[in-house]
C-alpha cells in the first residue's frame, strides 16, 4: 500500500475545522525559557525576595482546551435523518429510553481512557434489524454504567446474526462498528452466494450474500417504515394507505449498472508530487476480518479493478482508464473523480458503424461490444465515454435517448421498460368516456424518458423542467423518435404549472424529483393545479412519503386525493437502494 493511503480512520467523531487549535492553546507543557547571560544575575537576585512579575508568569499553567461535541444538522430524509427513527423504534421494542443509551462525547473526546473503553472488541452481539442503509442494527452492553446500553451499526450484519465486533466511533445516540466474526449465522445469510471480491469491504453492495428474493422483501420493509416514520397521520388512519405492493425484480442482478464514477485522492500539500499511484475506487466500508480470504484495505478509498454490478463496457472503460493512470498520476495535483458512462448505438446487424469518442486501450483502439437484438434486424453498439459533456445515448424499450455523459439518467436499463409500462398504466383517469381527450404532465421531465414513453396512450405530453439544457434534449428526443404530441418548457420553479392549459380533470401528472423530494411550494402549486391523477416517482422513498403526506394534509385540494398504490422496484440490485412508485387519484364524488 502507499503511503498516499495509508490513512487511519478518525476517531470519534472527526474533528471539524473550526474545532483545529493553534499551538499555543494546547495543552502541551510550554517550552522553558532560555535565560540570556544578561537576565540571569537579575533574576536570581530578585529571587530571593518576593516573587516577581517574571517569575509569575512563568508559574501560570497553560489553558487547557477540551474539545467539544458539535451535532451537524441533519437532513430528516437523509439515512442519518432516518437512523434517528430506527434508533426510536428498536428502543421502543426494548422499553428503553435515550438516557438509557446516551454516550458521554466530552469525556470521549477528551480521555484517552474513555476512548479506550468504548472503542472495544464486543463478542456475542446479536443483529437486531436492518437499517435503511443496509446496515445491521444492535444493542451492546454500555462500557461505563452496567445498566446502559449502546445501539451499535454493524456493516453487513444480517438479522439473527450473532457476531463479534469492534466499536471505532461514537455518537451521542449510537456508535458504529467493523464487522469481525460471525459467530452464528443467520437465516438470510449465505456467503457462498458472494461473487465479488471487494464485498464486505467497499461501500456499493450490502446484501451479495442474501437470496435475491430475500432483498426484495428487505426493500419492500424500507418502504413500509419510510410511509410509518415520514407519514405517520396516514400510517395510523385506518384505510388511508394501501398494503405496500412486492418489490419489482430487475432482470439483471449483476453486470446493470451504466454508469459507475470511481475517484482518487491527491494529499493537500504546496508543491506535493505523487511519488505512488493513489488507490483508483470507491469508499471504503469495513474492515472485513469476517472474510478469511479478503485483504484487509487501508486509506478511505478502496483500490478496485473491477465492479461486478457494472456492466461489462463500462468495467472494459475502468480497465483501460486506470491502465491510463498507472502512466499520468504524478500530473495530478488533487484529486478527481473518472466518469464511466455507457453509450448504446443502434444500427442494422450487416452495417458497418463508425464509433464516436469513447475510452480506448493500451493500443488507442477504442473498446466496443455488440449485442445482437432477440428477432430484430438491429444491434447494439456499446462504447464507454469517460467526458462529462458528450452526448451519449441510451436504448430503452424501442426509443433512444440522448443526453449529456455527466447528467442524470436512471442506471439500469433492464428495469426500465417495466417501469415505464407500470407508469403509463397507471396514467388512467377513471370514469373516462370513449374518445375523451386524456393528457399528461411530466413535472421533472429532464431529457424526457417518461414524457416519450408514455406519449401513445394520451392526448398531449407537456414536459416541465428549470433546465433549459435538458428541455433541449427532451426535444431532440421526441423528433427522433417521431413523438407528434408532446411539448417541453422551461418551467419557473416558483410557477412551474403555470403554462400549462390543459383541463386539469382529464390530466395526469408525473412526478420524479430529485433525493430531496419537493419542496412546500411545489406541492402547493401541484395542488392548486388539481389534476385528476398523480404519479410519483422516487430514489428516496422517505422523501416521497413526507411528501405525500404533507400534501394530503396541508394542501388547499389534498383532502380530495386518495393513495391509490405503493410499489417498490428494484434499481439498484445487492445493495440497499430501492425506487417507489405512488399512485395519487381523486376521490370519486357522488
Known sequence: MSPVEDKKRPISPPILENDVHKKQNTNESAPTPVLTPVLAPVLAS??????????????????????????KEVDQTSPLGVLQHEIKEILTSHGLSEDEISNDMNSILNSEEAQARNHRIVSNVKIESLTSNGDGLALIPHPEESKKHQVCIVPFGLPGDVVTIKVFKSHPLYVESDLMEIEATSSFRDDSLINCRYFGKCSGCQ?????????????????????????PVLSTTDGALPSVRDTEPSPLQYSYRTKLTPHFNVPYKKNFVLEYRPNVGFGSKGRPTWRKDVDIPDGSILDIEECSIGTPIINQGMTNERKRFEKEFKKYKKGATILLREDTNVASKNEKFELKEASTDENDVIS?????????????????????????????NGYTFEFSA?????????????????VKSNLAIANSKEGEPNYLVDAYCGSGLFSITCSDNVSKVIGVEVSADSVKFAERNAKSNNIQNAQFIVGKAEQIFGSID???????????????????????QLSDYHPAKIVYISCNVHSQARDVEWFLNNTKNGKEYYVESIKGFDFFPQTHHVESVAVLSLRETT
Open 502 to 524: 390543459t383541463p386539469c380533470n382529464r390530466t395526469s401528472v408525473i412526478l420524479d424529483p430529485p433525493r430531496k423530494g419537493c419542496d412546500e411550494v411545489f406541492l402547493n
Open 207 to 231: 446484501y451479495q450474500n442474501v437470496e435475491y428474493s430475500h432483498q426484495l422483501k428487505f426493500k419492500r420493509e424500507t418502504i413500509v417504515n419510510a410511509y410509518k416514520f415520514f407519514a
Open 406 to 422: 455527466g447528467e442524470f439518467f436512471q442506471n439500469n436499463n433492464s428495469i426500465l421498460p417495466a417501469v415505464t409500462n407500470y
Open 368 to 396: 466496443s461490444i455488440e449485442v445482437d437484438l432477440e428477432g430484430e434486424d438491429k444491434k447494439l453498439i456499446k462504447t464507454c465515454v469517460t467526458k462529462s459533456r458528450q452526448i451519449v445515448t441510451e436504448y430503452i
Open 46 to 71: 530578585a529571587s530571593e525576595s518576593k516573587s516577581t512579575p517574571v517569575e509569575q508568569k512563568q508559574k501560570k499553567q497553560p489553558k487547557v482546551h477540551k474539545r467539544k461535541y458539535k451535532s
